[in-house]
């Protein structure tokens, strides 16, 4: 037995040798790449990321995968199982070598007595690392269960998750909709639903919790954005009904029944706004910063009237300017005119460099996440043109996105593997073409992990470090 352990050893993190005299001689050689899962053929990974452990869909007795740079394979592993779980430290030493370079993946497997050969698939190593972790709210596709809701972090440098907070310890009150500022836990904000309910907002390792319903306006601050400077918070002030449809697509409908757009000043504690962005006419939700924080992007849809058809509610992208140091609104503009298209608009996130604007288009209405028709668009500044992302897009929904802080990378919420749950998506950005690569899975230890979970990722940030004021932010609600 202990011989047999050293050899496995040995295998699974052979480094920088050559595969001549450890790996099986093939007597068989295919053309076609083998089919894996999660799909993490052809994608472009950071340099800092997890091992991708994945699963070779194709049948056999025994499995050799070989894993490499250049000529060299760095990895080496054999099983009699289709799982293929690439060693931490073996990974993060090809990493640092294939930096800005390609990386082979080589399956060789067993059947009938023979070795048969794939072709290798082939992904590229960004010397752009991606910011370590991802903030998440986990919850059940239908909201079921509210106690078991909560705030995660996952380190994505490995397999590591953290609670942020739970409802649970929040006494019966609903912890959502969490915001930081440039991609700092620094400063963040998250609100708290309930009877001692409000929002929190951290900034300099301090916790407190405010009102951000101005006087005499019958909702509060919902979806937020972050000012640059880290003094302002854009928010819509929403409010929002659940639709249920007993048959079809799309289960639950959630829709605006009113929303006007404001600005709270954290300083002050003081809440701006003005007539061109509040009232009875439209509906202005999803706010979004310029990167010079003199310009808020939004989205702007006809008022909701009693019994008006949800899927007759459409919203278009406008933005206005915003004076930092008086606090005033002006210069009203439509950006993009999705409505005269049959299309809406939501989650508009400009990029860090200011170059492009990233949004969700659907059919109708602006909770993207219960349309599968939705998708991912681009527009880019300095051409004023709109695109499809069709890159990234999927025959399913494409939702909530947010940039890392360099703007070489943006994560995504995705229903593409079944329908059911949204999972987390990644892909490298180029800023300078605007265009992105394929997308990757969150990697998982299990690379079966997705088939078996059943809650769903909800509003995936990416930020630089880890959120360390768990405590503080229930405290500041008790």
Not at 52 to 61: A, D, K, R
Not at 232 to 244: G, K, P, V
Not at 396 to 401: A, R
Not at 460 to 474: A, D, N, S, Y
């Given at each position: 037995m202990k011989t047999i352990h050293i050899l496995l050893v040995v295998l699974l993190t052979i480094v920088s040798q050559s595969c001549t005299e450890q790996c099986s001689k093939p007597d068989v050689f295919t053309d076609s790449i083998p089919n894996i899962y999660p799909d993490y053929a052809g994608v472009t990974f950071p340099v800092n990321i997890a091992p991708?452990?994945?699963?070779?869909?194709?049948?056999?007795?025994a499995y050799q995968t070989e894993i490499g740079c250049g000529e060299t394979t760095?990895?080496?592993?054999?099983?009699?199982?289709?799982?293929?779980?690439?060693?931490?430290?073996?990974?993060?030493?090809?990493?640092?070598?294939a930096a800005g370079k390609?990386?082979?993946?080589?399956?060789?497997?067993?059947?009938?007595?023979?070795?048969?050969?794939?072709?290798d698939i082939k992904d590229t190593i960004s010397a752009e690392p991606i910011d370590a972790y991802l903030a998440y709210r986990l919850l059940y596709p239908g909201y079921e269960l509210w106690n078991e809701m909560g705030i995660y972090q996952r380190n994505l440098t490995n397999y590591e998750e953290t609670a942020i907070a739970e409802n649970r310890s929040f006494g019966k009150q609903c912890i959502n909709c969490h915001t930081f500022c440039q991609n700092s836990p620094q400063t963040m904000m998250v609100h708290v639903r309930g009877k001692s309910g409000g929002t929190l907002i951290a900034k300099n390792g301090k916790v407190k919790k405010v009102d951000t319903k101005p006087e005499g306006f019958k909702n509060g601050g919902t979806y937020a954005a972050w000012h640059p400077s880290g003094r302002?918070?854009?928010?819509?002030?929403?409010?929002?009904?659940?639709?249920?449809h007993s048959s079809g697509r799309k289960p639950i409908e959630v829709s605006d029944l009113a929303a006007d757009l404001m600005v709270y000043d954290a300083d002050r504690q003081i809440c701006l706004t003005d007539s061109l962005i509040c009232g009875d006419k439209y509906m202005e939700t999803f706010p979004n910063w310029a990167t010079d924080g003199k310009t808020i992007y939004f989205c702007r849809g006809n008022a909701y009237k009693n019994k008006l058809p949800l899927d007759s509610i459409r919203y278009d992208l406008c933005s206005i300017a915003f004076d930092p140091a008086s606090g005033k609104f002006s210069n009203l503009k439509c950006i993009y005119k999705a409505s005269e298209q049959g299309k809406?608009?939501?989650?508009?996130?400009v990029s860090p460099d200011g170059r492009h604007l990233m949004f969700t288009l659907s059919d109708y209405g602006n909770f993207s996440i219960w349309h599968p028709e939705s998708e991912l668009c681009l527009l880019t500044f300095s051409t004023g043109k709109v695109?499809?992302?069709?890159?990234?897009?999927?025959?399913?929904?494409?939702?909530?996105?947010?940039?890392?802080?360099?703007?070489?990378w943006f994560v995504f919420s995705s229903k593409r593997l079944d329908g059911l749950w949204a999972r987390p998506f990644f892909a490298s950005f180029n800023p300078e073409t605007g265009k992105?690569?394929?997308?990757?899975?969150?990697?998982?230890?299990?690379?079966?992990?997705?088939?078996?979970?059943?809650?769903t990722y909800n509003l995936?940030?990416?930020?630089?470090?880890?959120?360390?004021?768990?405590?503080?932010?229930?405290e500041a609600v008790q």
């Open positions: 991708p452990n994945f699963i070779i869909l194709e049948s056999g007795e760095e990895i080496l592993y054999t099983s009699k199982q289709t799982e293929v779980i690439i060693p931490p430290k073996a990974w993060s030493k090809l990493l640092q070598k390609e990386i082979f993946i080589r399956t060789t497997l067993l059947n009938k007595g023979k070795w048969k050969q794939y072709a302002y918070i854009a928010f819509s002030m929403n409010e929002i009904q659940q639709f249920f809406s608009v939501s989650f508009p996130r695109r499809f992302m069709d890159e990234v897009n999927s025959n399913d929904v494409e939702s909530f996105h947010t940039w890392s802080s360099s703007g070489r992105a690569g394929k997308p990757f899975l969150l990697p998982q230890k299990n690379p079966r992990f997705y088939d078996t979970f059943t809650k995936p940030e990416l930020i630089k470090e880890p959120v360390r004021i768990g405590k503080e932010l229930v």
